[in-house]
């Protein structure tokens, strides 16, 4: 009989595919999931999905060369925590970050969606900006549009002129 052996490490994220169970689980409880059961989860382009050594939070990053919408860089399409030991939800975002950056080494922008009547909190997005990512905007749908530029100096010469 094989024993499991698990090996201590620094690291909070691993990697798994679209078709792992417990990431489906756990996205089929996030207030962005369509289709509840449904075998995939992540929209197309280029993807990467985490999750925690404790099991407890999924991250999805999602690339795309063309959206509708003109959003641009690397997208977070999905964060759920559900009470991670390994850090709170703006620590795993920043671990998230690195994830992404060590895939896709050129990325110079992070956003990502956040629905404030899906959220329970008082402040919506508080854990991105937390991170250091900022609310930019908002869609038309009503979505609060949060943005992280890899270069900060970056940000100031698109937003404050």
Known sequence: MRQLTLVPTDEVWFEVSESNLLAREMADRHYSRVHVGSKYFVGPGERLILMTYDLKALFVWRKQKYRQDGQWGVECS?????????????????????????????????????????????????????????CVGTSKGGLLLYVKYIEPTLFDKVYIQ
């Open 78 to 134: 999905l964060f759920r925590n559900e009470g991670s030991t390994l850090g709170k939800s703006s620590e795993l975002i920043l671990e998230a970050e690195k994830k992404a950056l060590e895939k896709w080494s050129d990325t110079k922008r992070f956003y990502t969606y956040v629905n404030p009547n899906k959220v329970n909190s008082s402040y919506p997005g508080y854990s991105f900006k937390k991170a250091g990512w900022r």
